[in-house]
Structure formats: structure tokens, C-alpha cells
């Protein structure tokens, strides 16, 4: 072997290829495996995983695109707001749903509370307030509470509004030279999407918003009229039908419920979206129930088994119903009348002649299947089911006002996180500088901070609520500001009016048990007041006790 150099070479070179060869197939003996393995693994998983990813049959009608909610929204169109629109218009249940959000979010109006520290400062501020509330739009001639109101239903019903600054001249004669104007969505161009925007050529247009690279508001493209007026060009507009106009940011108010929508939304959908096509169903079942109804209460029979010799001139049965002839009769295709049945006839029939009543169709249990369909409505309008229906049969006092505290907490979240900061804030920025503008209040430093405190609600048991907030305050759990902030009662004229009432009742010598300083809350004299002092008296000279100083203990 030393010999041959070689051959050694050759056989150690054969045993490494052997062992190269062996160790080859041991591996890919192992992928293999692993491989299957996981293969086995995956469809593990796959049989394991969530049934809401599957693609099979029973998951195959619902038609869900990876787009954002902006794409959606384009792809809708302007038919759920123009459907929410008709039930508004011809549903009960509906108009009732939009009605009570408005009424829950503003009630009788959400009022500023002018937070400068001062009283004279705060006056000043709430008399420009007063003067701009009163005189704020040209058109309803109405109040900005009754705005309010409006721009409330229409956040719920359309899924937002506009509202437009407009200036005044100093001849129109305004105490604040400001009115605004509500403007419906519809006017918002939704077919500006992409494309360069107005204000820069690296601003984006989403459904006629135009946004700047940092997602600011660059401003709007708004059409002049409703696209949907009937008094368009009457006028004299010289514009084009579809011709929007490029309007600032600053001037406009969009509002919207971006809350409750998703991440990155600019465009906002009616609050009936979930809805729309259940109310549609339920309409269609409810009329059709009632012209079940009113085919039961008004039965139609037929005349069976007669002779055809007693029919008119031979002819037996009934023809086409045909129309009114000469006399104002009505009859058939054969121009006999067609008789009727009446209350309280009593009627005789030829001989071989019965009468059969027709079958009347069935009437379903129309009270549980109107429940159970309003229950599902109601919940996918937020609104519970008593506020929304006005049924109260079924409820009692502690699930009437579960439900009430959670639609509490939701209608609590949208005025404070959508309509204060998009349109109340934004609006008594607009009405400082108009005045500051006329001269009625001064260019102030630290600006005009204006609070605004949730209207105050009417509870089930007022007794209770009132108890419950005296304790907090008593423990120190709520300030009374805090409290009168929640009754909307605003401190200054709170503080004002007790004074001038204290002020009246003791010039008149009277004393009320609403005066803590005079007596308790049960209606006896306080220690150390001029009646407790005389009960103190009486009692002593009933006791027998007259000596001034009492007894000790």
C-alpha cells in the first residue's frame, strides 16, 4: 500500500464520496420529513384556524375588500344617505331614531361657560355671545341653539355637515358683523378624489377635501347650490351645472363622525348605514300585514252550485271584473253589477244557490315579530329600544335606565369628542374675533377660553339624582361648580340670583327653608339665628328651665 501512492489515494477518495453519498441522502431523508411535517402542521392550523377566514361555501357571500374606509365610503356613493334621507322622511321609527340622538346630543341647547377668570371679562364675552346667537343665520331667522339642533339630526342622518363663515358689513346693522350658514354634505364635491390640489401640487383631494403632505386642511370644493335644488338657475347663475369652487379651510366647519368610523377616515356615513336595509324589510312586512288585515275585516264570498238557468241571460260565473258603466255601476267583464256584501244585510238567494266564504288569509303574531325586528333595529342605530319605539309596556325601572346610561355614555362621547371641538370651539373662536373685529371686546392676551357643559338631564327619579349629587359634593367628591356645570347653570348668574333673592326675603322679613343659613335641611331653625334663638326660649319656658345660661351637659 505505501507503494502505490495512488491507489491509497483512489480508495481513501472512494470512501469519502461513499460517506459524502450516505450523508446526502440521510439529509434529504430529513428535509423530506421536516417537510411533510410541516405540511401535516399547516393543515392543522389551517382546520384550526379562524372561521372567518375561511373560503369555503359558507363564507362565500360576504363581499369584503382590503380598501380603506374612504374607498368604501366612494364606492356607497350617495345612496345610504339618501335612503337614511326617505326613511327620515316616511318611517316612524326612523325620524324618531334621528330625533332623539338630536334631542340626547343638544336638547334645549348647549350653552358657552366663558372660562377668563374674571366676571366683568366673562359678562363681556357671553353679551357678543347673546347678540350673535340671536341674529346668526339669515335664512331660518331661528337661534343658534335651534342650529344646534339641526346640525345635531344631520351628523345622524347624513353622517356630517358644513357649516360657513359669512361676514358681515357694519350697514347690515348686526350687533356682531357674523352669520353662518349650514350647509348639507351634498355640497361637498366627492368626484374632486386625487389629482393636484388647489392650494399646492403636493396637497391630495379625498372626496373634495384637500389635504396637505402633513394631512392638514388645506380646504374645500364645495358646489355653490345643492346639486339636488330645485330652484337652480332661476337665478341668473351663469356657472356651470357641476362646477364646484375651491373655499379655504378656515372658512368652513366639516363635521363628521370620524369616532365611530375607522382609523384615517375624512368622509363620514350616515349612523342609519346598518340599518337602511332592515328598516326596508320591516316597512315592506308591516304593509304587508296590514293589507292582510284589511283583506280579513272585508271577506269576499262566492256563489256555488247554482243553476245556469238562473244566471242572466245563461251566463254562470264571473267574468274580468270590468269598469263603472252608464249608472255609475260597477260590473264585470259580462256587464252585470257585482254584489257586495254589507254589515247587516240580509239577502235571499235563488233557489240551488249557497254562499261560500273565501279563505282569509292569516294574520302572523304581528306584536312579538315587530318586537324582536325594532330590538335589532334599535341596536344598530345605538338607540335603545324604549327611547327609540316609545314602547314602555315591557320595561322596567332598572333596565330603562341601564339602557339610558348607556346610551348616556355614548351621546356623552360624541358631543364631546365631535361636535364641541368641530363646530362649538371652532364657532366661539369666530364669534371673539368678529367682536374683537367691532370693537366690542379687546384683543386679549391669553385669548378667550370658552367652556361648554353638557345640558343637564331629566332623570326617572329626580329625588334620587339630587340626593346622590348633594353627598358627592358634601364629601368632597364634586366641587359645586362641578355640579351647577352638570344642572348647566352658569356660576355667575347662579351666584347672582341667590344674592339678589337673599337680599329680597330678609328686606321682606322672610325666611325660607331653602336658606341653609336660617335652617336645616328638616326645616328647623339653625342654632344661633334669630328664630332658633327663640324656640330655644319657648322651650325653656315650657321645660320650666328659665335660666339664661342653660344647663351644662
Known amino acids: 500500500m505505501a507503494d502505490d501512492p495512488i491507489g491509497v489515494a483512489r480508495e481513501v477518495g472512494g470512501l469519502l464520496a461513499r460517506e459524502a453519498r450516505a450523508a446526502y441522502r440521510d439529509l434529504s431523508s430529513r428535509v423530506r420529513n421536516a417537510g411533510a411535517e410541516a405540511m401535516r402542521s399547516l393543515r392543522g392550523d389551517r382546520i384550526r384556524s379562524y372561521e372567518a377566514a375561511s373560503l369555503g361555501r359558507r363564507m362565500s357571500g360576504i363581499r369584503a ?13 350617495p345612496y345610504p344617505r339618501d335612503r337614511a334621507r326617505y326613511f327620515d322622511r316616511n318611517s316612524p321609527h326612523a325620524h324618531r331614531i334621528i330625533v332623539e340622538f338630536a334631542s340626547d346630543l343638544v336638547s334645549d341647547g348647549i350653552f358657552p361657560e366663558p372660562m ?9 364675552w357671553l353679551e357678543c355671545w347673546e347678540d350673535f346667537a340671536h341674529n ?43 352669520q353662518v350658514q349650514g350647509l348639507e354634505i351634498d355640497h361637498l ?12 401640487a403636493t396637497n391630495r383631494i379625498v372626496g373634495g377635501v384637500e389635504l396637505t403632505p402633513f394631512d392638514r386642511r388645506a380646504g374645500y370644493h364645495l358646489f355653490r347650490d345643492h346639486p339636488g335644488a330645485a330652484s337652480r338657475g332661476l337665478a341668473g347663475i351663469t356657472y356651470a351645472p357641476g362646477e364646484s369652487v375651491p373655499v379655504p379651510a378656515d372658512e368652513i366647519l366639516h363635521v363628521y363622525g370620524y369616532t365611530t368610523g375607522r382609523i384615517g377616515q375624512v368622509q363620514g356615513m350616515t349612523w ?86 273565501a279563505s282569509q288569509p292569516s294574520v302572523p303574531d304581528h306584536e312579538t315579530a315587530t318586537r324582536v325586528t325594532l330590538r335589532e333595529i334599535m341596536a344598530g342605530a345605538l338607540t335603545p ?3 327609540g319605539t316609545g314602547d314602555l309596556s315591557q320595561v322596567s325601572f332598572i333596565s330603562g335606565r341601564m339602557g339610558y346610561l348607556s346610551r348616556n355614555r355614548l351621546v356623552d362621547a360624541i358631543r364631546e369628542q365631535v361636535f364641541v371641538p368641530l363646530t362649538l370651539r371652532p364657532l366661539a373662536s369666530w ?6 373685529l367691532r370693537g366690542r371686546l379687546p384683543a386679549r392676551k391669553g385669548g378667550w377660553p370658552v367652556n361648554w357643559p353638557a345640558p343637564r338631564r331629566e332623570e326617572a327619579d329626580e329625588l334620587t339624582r339630587i340626593k346622590t349629587v348633594a353627598a358627592k359634593v358634601r364629601s368632597g367628591l364634586k366641587t359645586p361648580q362641578q355640579a351647577l356645570s352638570e344642572e ?66
Not at 70 to 77: C, L, N, P, R, T
Not at 116 to 124: E, S, V
Not at 189 to 200: A, E, L, Y
Open 272 to 357: 342609519l348605514h346598518a340599518v337602511l336595509a332592515r328598516l326596508w324589510d320591516f316597512d315592506g312586512w308591516v304593509d304587508a300585514t296590514m293589507l292582510a288585515r284589511r283583506i280579513a275585516a272585508s271577506p269576499a264570498m262566492w256563489v256555488e252550485d247554482g243553476d245556469p238557468d238562473c244566471a242572466p241571460d245563461g251566463v254562470d260565473g264571473v267574468g274580468p271584473v270590468g269598469i263603472a258603466d252608464q249608472q255609475g255601476k260597477v260590473v264585470d267583464g259580462h256587464g252585470y253589477p257585482i254584489e257586495s256584501v254589507e254589515p247587516g244585510i240580509v239577502g235571499y238567494l235563488p233557489g240551488g244557490k249557497r254562499v261560500k266564504p
Open 431 to 436: 364669534v371673539t374675533d368678529a367682536a374683537v
Open 189 to 200: 364635491d366627492t368626484t374632486k378624489d386625487g389629482g393636484r390640489g388647489h392650494w399646492g
Open 116 to 124: 377668563t377668570g374674571a366676571d366683568k371679562t366673562d359678562r363681556q
Open 136 to 178: 346668526c343665520d339669515s335664512l331660518t331667522q331661528g337661534t343658534i341653539y335651534g342650529l344646534q339642533f339641526q346640525w345635531a339630526a344631520a351628523l345622524c342622518r347624513d353622517g356630517g355637515y358644513l357649516v360657513r363663515r359669512r361676514w358681515r358689513r357694519p350697514e347690515d346693522g348686526l350687533p356682531i358683523p357674523l
Open 385 to 387: 329600544y324604549e327611547s
Open 488 to 553: 348647566g347653570i352658569p356660576l355667575d348668574k347662579f351666584l347672582a340670583d341667590w344674592k339678589a333673592w337673599r337680599q329680597l326675603t330678609q328686606d321682606l322679613g322672610l325666611t325660607f327653608d331653602s336658606d341653609p343659613n336660617s335652617t336645616t335641611g328638616a326645616g328647623v331653625w339653625q342654632q344661633g339665628t334669630q328664630g332658633g334663638n327663640n324656640e330655644q326660649q319657648l322651650s325653656r319656658k315650657k321645660s320650666g328651665n328659665n335660666d339664661a345660661g342653660g344647663t351644662n351637659g
Open 65 to 77: 375588500r382590503a380598501t380603506d374606509a374612504d374607498a368604501e365610503i366612494a364606492a356607497a356613493g
